[in-house]
T-cell receptor, first 115, second 116 residues
Framework: AQKITQTQPGMFVQEKEAVTLDCTYD???????LFWYKQPSSGEMIFLIY??????QNATEGRYSLNFQKARKSANLVISASQLGDSAMYFC????????????FGSGTRLSIRP | KAGVTQTPRYLIKTRGQQVTLSCSPI?????VSWYQQTPGQGLQFLFE???????NKGNFPGRFSGRQFSNSRSEMNVSTLELGDSALYLC???????????????FGAGTRLSVL
C-alpha cells in the first residue's frame, strides 16, 4: 500500500540557514507524483513544489528544491535561505496514476525559524 | 484568478445535527476533492468529484456524502454529527482532464467544524 513517511515531527532552524525536510515514500505504482505543501497556522494548504516519477531532473521553485532519489524512494524538500515566514507545517504528499485525484499525505514536519 | 473558496470558515454544531460545507473551485477546474484533517489522524482523503460524478472515495462512513454541480461547485454533507467529526475540512481543486500523476491540487482555507 502507498505510504508517506516524515520522520521529523519538528525542527528549529536559524534564519537565513538552509533546511532539509525529510520524506520517504512507498508505492508499487511506477507512475506517481510527489508534492510538498506548506500549512501556516491559518490552515490553508499552500502548494510548493511537484516532482513526477519520470522526471529526470530535480524540481526547483524559487527557494524550494526537491531532492528526488528514486532508488531510495526519498523526496526531501530543501529550503534555501530560510525566512521567518517559512515557519509552518510542511507536508509531503503523493498521488498515483491509479488514483490520481487521491493525495496521500505524510504526518508533517513543524518548522520553526529562529530570528 | 480567484483561488478555492470554502464557506463557511467556522461552524459550531451539536451531536446529531447535520452540516453542509461548500467549496467553489478555481475557475476552469473540474475536479474537486475533500479532505479531513484532525490532530490524531492527520489529513485523510474523503472523496473526489469530477464532472458531477464521484470518481474516488476514501474510507469514511456513509454519513459523509458530497455532490458536485454543473458549475463544478461542490458541497459536502455530514449527517448525524459525532464529536469525532470535529476537524478542519479542506477542499481542493485541480484542472484534471484525465487521471495523471501530475495533477496539482490547490486548496482552500478550509472550514473548521466543531461538534459539541
Amino acid at each position: 500500500a502507498q505510504k508517506i513517511t516524515q520522520t521529523q515531527p519538528g525542527m528549529f532552524v536559524q534564519e537565513k540557514e538552509a533546511v532539509t525536510l525529510d520524506c520517504t515514500y512507498d508505492t508499487s505504482d511506477p507512475s506517481y507524483g510527489l508534492f510538498w505543501y506548506k500549512q501556516p497556522s491559518s490552515g490553508e494548504m499552500i502548494f510548493l513544489i511537484y516532482q513526477g516519477s519520470y522526471d529526470q531532473q530535480n524540481a526547483t521553485e524559487g527557494r524550494y528544491s526537491l531532492n528526488f532519489q528514486k532508488a531510495r524512494k526519498s523526496a526531501n524538500l530543501v529550503i534555501s535561505a530560510s525566512q521567518l515566514g517559512d515557519s509552518a507545517m510542511y507536508f509531503c504528499a503523493m498521488t498515483q496514476v491509479s488514483s490520481a485525484s487521491k493525495i496521500i499525505f505524510g504526518s508533517g514536519t513543524r518548522l520553526s525559524i529562529r530570528p | 484568478k480567484a483561488g478555492v473558496t470554502q464557506t463557511p470558515r467556522y461552524l459550531i454544531k451539536t451531536r446529531g445535527q447535520q452540516v453542509t460545507l461548500s467549496c467553489s473551485p478555481i475557475s476552469g477546474h473540474r475536479s474537486v476533492s475533500w479532505y479531513q484533517q484532525t490532530p490524531g489522524q492527520g489529513l485523510q482523503f474523503l472523496f473526489e468529484y469530477f464532472s458531477e460524478t464521484q470518481r474516488n472515495k476514501g474510507n469514511f462512513p456513509g454519513r459523509f456524502s458530497g455532490r458536485q454541480f454543473s458549475n463544478s461547485r461542490s458541497e459536502m454533507n455530514v449527517s448525524t454529527l459525532e464529536l469525532g467529526d470535529s476537524a478542519l475540512y479542506l477542499c481542493a481543486s485541480s484542472p484534471t482532464l484525465l487521471p495523471g500523476q501530475g495533477d496539482i491540487q490547490y486548496f482552500g482555507a478550509g472550514t473548521r467544524l466543531s461538534v459539541l
